[in-house]
């Protein structure tokens, strides 16, 4: 085993359980190989319904100590995982990168994310902020405020395998609420290494069991952990099918859920863009991850008079990526995460060809170890099925425009909503496509492109993205429970609404 596993303490066979210490599991072997070649990284024995329970009562008595820890003293020990995340970051990026297959630097980039949303919540924990507002009777004060919200339930998806768990995880933690996880099945060892650097901090604190974990299976442990009423807000990142379920789920114990789902993002280039600038967003939307992240650019709908010569680009550019193995600093695009994955892929290009489209370059499985395939340029429609369905996979399928009101139709024209783009030097074409008439996705920038985005701002999308909102802003709000208080400090007792009850 590589030295770097040993270092955040990966076995060669670990337990899925954690309830402030490992709890030994009576589930399944799975086993965790790399999708960079195939070879076996090391196995987790998965946990069952009595683990879970095992899990869940833990994380319950321990909400019940941290709740009570006030704010600031929260955030000390929120910085404390931002300085170990720090002192971890190429192992576990290099972890990242081994199980996942995103290429290394796009495994440091999501460690530093982990310590960018660490950092924020520092400050955080002294900025949980209520209102004060007039109250309508005479000698009344009114304000409301944010209680912790109880235990936190995150079901993570295997293309950020540590990040989203960060931004769910810790800003939870510094609004005082403890935290179950179910990570992806995909890359389990991925949260075997978090919580064992989480945990380390959490002791020392004195709150052990603050960032609980339990992997298995989504019959056993999914559907329990999104059944569960002592679970009153469940994070769910995914696909639309399953976020459908958890919605659902949830919805009929009247709790709380939190959907990051799907994203079919596209690039709107305008013939008064900066070609130059909108190239390399293109590629990087496009190949970043391999396609693989939920703000992969898609559809890139590009003006009829710039179709040939950026086409032309495109070809040349993709041409020039590297592929290979992720940890290989000269790779910029690594295999796709399993032979699943790569079948997906293939289908969908003959869905393409069989509605009337074409591929223009790419496409294609790599005949070596590993789960590789070149990045794919195509023509379509926007109508298209295909098209319309996303695909976890490095196509980009270029759709040409007339005008803008076009652009933004098919911009708009899919059921999710997540990110969205435009390039453009022109600034009414900027503010139109800001507007509220103009892009209908969580996200939309200007002269950036799709991926890529900053914690400080609230992450999520609308429509069949799920409406969820993570990371910055005031998606903290999402964490905890609001309480309107009312003080009397007369010696009257005014109804509102000037009711009159006299005895």
Known sequence: MQDFLKRLGIQDVNQGAFAGSWVPCSGDMLESYSPADGSLIAKVKMATAKEYETVMSSSVETFKAWRNVPAPERGNLVRELADTLRKHKADLGRLVSLEMGKIYQEGLGEVQEMIDIADFSVGLSRQLYGLTMHSERPGHRMYEQYHPLGVVGVI????????????????????????????????????????????????????????????????????????????????????????????????????????????????????????????????????????????????????????????????????????????????????????????????????????????????????????????????????????????????????????????????????????????????????????????????????????GAEIGGAFGGEKETGGGRESGSDSWKCYMRRQTNTINYTSELPLAQGIKFDL
């Not at 710039?306 to 993709?318: G, I, N, P, Y």
């Open 156 to 451: 993570s998806a295997f293309n950020f395998p540590v990040a989203v768990y960060a931004w769910n995880a810790i800003v939870a933690a510094a609004c005082g609420d403890s935290v179950v996880w179910k990570p992806s099945w995909k890359t389990p060892l991925c949260g075997v290494a978090v919580i064992n650097l989480f945990e380390k901090v959490a002791a020392k604190h004195g709150h052990p069991g603050l960032f609980n974990l339990v992997i298995g299976t989504d019959q056993e442990i999914g559907e329990r952990l999104v059944e569960d009423e002592r679970v009153p807000l469940v994070s769910a990142t995914g696909s639309v099918r399953m976020g459908k379920i958890v919605g659902a789920k949830v919805a009929a114990r009247l709790g709380r859920s939190l959907l990051e789902l799907g994203g079919n993002n596209a690039i709107i280039l305008s013939p008064e863009a900066d070609v130059e600038l909108a190239i390399p967003g293109i590629v990087f939307g496009s190949v970043g991850t391999a396609g693989q992240r939920c703000t992969t650019t898609r559809r890139l709908i590009i003006h009829e008079s710039l179709v040939d010569s950026v086409v032309e680009r495109l070809k040349k550019a993709f041409g020039q990526i590297r592929i290979g193995d992720p940890l290989d600093e000269n790779t910029l695009m690594g295999p796709l995460i399993d032979e699943q994955a790569v079948d997906q892929m293939m289908s969908a290009i003959e869905k393409l060809k069989s509605e009337g489209g074409s591929v223009i370059c790419g496409g294609e499985r790599l005949d070596r170890p590993g789960h590789y395939v070149t990045p794919c340029i195509a023509r379509a429609e926007n109508a298209y099925q295909i098209v319309q369905d996303e695909t976890f996979a490095p196509i980009l399928y270029v759709i040409p425009y007339s005008d803008l009101e076009e652009a933004i139709g098919y911009q708009n024209g899919v059921r999710q909503g997540l990110s969205s783009a435009i390039f453009t030097r022109n600034l009414l074409e900027g503010e139109r496509f800001l507007s509220q008439a103009g892009s209908d996705c969580g996200i939309a920038n200007v002269n950036i492109g799709t991926s």
